[in-house]
């Protein structure tokens, strides 16, 4: 049953084509690996869904939900991906958590929503939404316009004692 597992996953990863996309910062070499409790794919619509304890690795990114719904084009290159559910991606020293993170590849941009939260040492950021655009390295926080502001926190930053 476990090997019938496998293969199926097997199946489901090679549809998508989620690791075959290439980025400039690893030139391609990198393979995606997504873990899930359940897999399930559709060809026709274009959409695979992993659930319950979704790990996706990607060199040093690492992505947890709840669930990720990968919709494809028809030439199986991914146009959009939705995590849901307890979202978080760490890359680096960098940790964003959320309940639903939106990645767009042809925008090249991610929107964090539900009570987004970015983390890095110990400089936080918080809003209603927060905009990633992967290829500048620019980010927009935007406040929920009935609730109000977007915080920061910025730490003083210690010198190392010789």
């Given at each position: 049953?476990?090997?019938f ?9 090679s549809?998508?084509t989620?690791?075959a996309?290439?980025s400039k ?8 690996y997504?873990e899930?409790?359940s ?7 274009r959409?695979t869904e992993?659930k319950?304890?979704?790990v996706?690795?990607?060199g040093?990114?690492?992505i947890?939900c709840?669930r ?8 199986n290159r991914i146009?959009k ?11 680096g020293d960098?940790t964003?958590v959320?309940q ?5 590849p ?8 539900g009570?987004?939260?970015a ?5 936080v950021?918080?809003g ?6 992967l290829k ?8 929920n316009k009935?609730k109000?502001?977007v915080n ?11």
């Amino acid at each position: 049953m476990r090997v019938f597992f496998l293969i199926l996953a097997l199946f489901f990863l090679s549809s998508v084509t989620f690791g075959a996309q290439t980025s400039k910062e690893d030139g391609g070499n990198v393979p995606t690996y997504i873990e899930a409790k359940s897999a399930f794919s559709d060809n026709k619509k274009r959409i695979t869904e992993f659930k319950d304890n979704v790990v996706v690795i990607r060199g040093d990114l690492k992505i947890y939900c709840d669930r990720l719904i990968v919709e494809t084009d028809e030439n199986n290159r991914i146009k959009k991906a939705t995590a849901i559910g307890n979202v978080k991606v760490v890359k680096g020293d960098l940790t964003v958590v959320s309940q639903i993170a939106y990645y767009f590849p042809n925008e090249d941009k991610v929107i964090f929503e539900g009570n987004p939260k970015a983390i890095k040492g110990k400089d936080v950021v918080t809003g209603s939404r927060i905009t990633y655009y992967l290829k500048e390295e620019r980010s927009i926080v935007e406040s929920n316009k009935s609730k109000g502001k977007v915080n920061v926190i910025i730490a003083p930053k210690t010198e190392e004692k010789k």
